[in-house]
């Protein structure tokens, strides 16, 4: 049971470039976030899906676009990198949004320069 | 190395000895909190939750107290060993309404000394 895979591990990207970072769950959870982890900021929240075709903004979604086509993926696209977004990026699913069951299952994270 | 986690608050604790890590919350309608562990490299993993209508909750070697009053949370790890040495982040939610997912505070490195 693989739970939440994120790929890539790690990209270095010049500043302009673009990207995808996928996130696949195999949990079935109606609900996916993408996250982004900096140092002494915690975890903040970047956009998020409560379902298939769905998708919200969260704490900080400049310059982050996402895409829930299908149920279990949960695409973060980055369409012209900056130096800010250098950071680690993490995605998580949970079962239910608010309360009980919203325990929420992380991917291993990426890893991006963007230089 | 990793850098996540740099300049955050530090607590530095004696192998075998208990931990005490506090967590401040900011919504007073939050009534749903869950602490996570992070391990250097990996994503949070799932610790403890508790509900707004308990004060106290315990699992293996955890506890978590929550204090309404002064929206104050803490996680206490008995017999601290060197596998807990990671960071640890609160989080918060809303069973009943809103519609704000789960709100993560900065978290807290703990570092076991053997």
């Known amino acids: 049971n693989a739970g939440v895979t994120q790929t890539p591990k790690f990209r270095v990207l010049k500043t302009g470039q673009s990207m995808t970072l996928l996130c696949a769950q195999d949990m079935n959870h109606e609900y996916m976030y993408w996250y982004r982890q900096d140092p002494g900021m915690g975890l903040r929240l970047i956009h998020y899906?409560?379902?298939?075709?769905?998708?919200a903004k969260g704490e900080v979604p400049d310059g982050y676009n996402v895409s829930r086509l299908k149920k279990q993926n949960f695409l973060l696209g980055l369409e012209s990198a900056a130096p800010s977004q250098t950071s680690v990026y993490f995605c998580?699913?949970?079962?239910?949004?608010?309360?009980?069951?919203?325990?929420?299952?992380f991917g291993q994270g990426t890893r991006l320069t963007v230089v | 190395g990793e850098s996540v986690g740099l300049h955050l608050p530090t607590l530095s604790v004696q192998e075998g000895d208990n931990s005490i890590i506090n967590c401040a919350y900011s919504n007073s309608a939050s009534d749903y909190f869950i602490w996570y562990k992070q391990e250097s490299g990996k994503g949070p993993q799932f610790i403890i939750d508790?509900?707004?209508?308990?004060d106290k909750r315990q699992g293996q070697r955890v506890t978590v107290l929550l204090n309404k009053t002064v929206k104050h949370l803490s996680l206490q790890i008995a017999a601290t060993q060197p596998g807990d040495s990671a960071v640890y982040f609160c989080?918060?939610?809303?069973?009943?309404?809103?519609?704000?997912?789960?709100?993560f505070g900065k978290g807290t490195r703990l570092s076991v000394i053997a």
């Open positions: 989080a918060e939610n809303i069973r009943r309404s809103g519609n704000t997912p789960l709100v």
């Open positions: 508790i509900r707004s209508n308990m």
């Open positions: 998580a699913s949970t079962q239910a949004f608010r309360g009980d069951n919203t325990e929420a299952f």
């Open positions: 899906s409560v379902g298939e075709g769905t998708t």
